[in-house]
């Protein structure tokens, strides 16, 4: 009697998100004459990233959120007048209270970010996440260059071709050297003198040392393509990495 050997069929591998991988968009939510609760879990869900498909409780890869028209935001009922605000100076009986009309005249951004932050996890996970919440309680914003662009937190140095490939210093003296330099000039010309002032010193200080404008002047001369969105850290550290990839030698 034959048996028969059950074999074992193997599913699709489950395929999980890495930090390296993850994108971030520009999200823009109008909060004008919408109920607080409704857009406050709308915006929580941005910044969890719960509307991707690669989602990861345990990573930080929501997107960010631009929430305009926060004073024009509304409560259902009475709950203008009954909801309350609590802070404590510290001392004993310093307990201090506002209403939700008394807050949203005074600084209608807490409003938003209290009301997020309540539906966002506890702890630097959720401290990250609301780092990405801009709030602003009209429709200006200085964000309308992010708006539309997909960025990605990790820096890469642009890859080497024709226009962005960093010219080797040695090549260059080489070339120069062999290259026959010598203009017929009449008397009383001035000849022009070969520039051979020495390449440029690199930024060793620390990046508060630097300005912006330095740092991307040096980015591009190494050939280094700055990403949308990057910051002064962003550019200083890739240039940093330049270094380390190519040493000085001797």
């Known amino acids: 009697m034959t048996v028969l050997k059950k074999r074992r069929v193997k599913g699709p591998k489950t395929s999980r998100l890495r930090a390296s991988e993850i994108t971030r968009s520009w999200h823009v939510v109008d909060l004008a004459g919408r109920p607080l609760g409704r857009v406050a ?5 941005l910044l969890l990233g719960k509307h991707k498909a690669a989602y990861e409780p345990h990573l930080v890869m929501g997107d960010y959120v631009i929430a305009i028209n926060a004073a024009k935001v509304i ?21 201090k209270e ?9 600084d209608p951004r807490k409003v938003i970010e209290a009301a997020v932050k309540g539906m966002l996890p506890s702890g630097a996970r959720g401290y990250a996440m609301l780092n990405s919440l801009k709030v602003y309680s009209g429709t200006e914003h200085p964000h309308q260059g992010q708006i539309g662009q997909t960025i990605s937190p990790n820096f890469q140095i642009a890859p080497a071709s024709k226009s962005s490939k ?39 200080r620390a990046v508060s040392a630097y300005k912006r404008d330095e740092l991307d002047e040096e980015a591009r001369v190494l050939g ?17 990495a330049y270094y380390s990839e190519n040493p000085l030698e001797g």
């Open 75 to 95: 409560l259902t009922g009475n709950k203008a007048k009954e909801k309350k605000y609590y802070r404590h100076t510290g001392y004993p009986g310093g307990i």
């Open 224 to 240: 280094i393509e700055i990403q949308s969105g990057w910051k002064k850290g962003d550019v200083y550290s890739a240039i940093q």
């Open 98 to 106: 506002r209403t939700f009309e008394e807050q949203i005249q005074r």
């Open 166 to 204: 960093p010219k080797d210093i040695g090549e260059d003296i080489a070339q120069a050297e062999n290259t026959d330099t010598t203009v017929p000039v009449s008397e009383g010309t001035a000849v022009a003198a070969t520039d051979t002032s020495p390449p440029s010193v690199r930024l060793t």
């Open 41 to 45: 879990s709308e915006i929580a869900g």
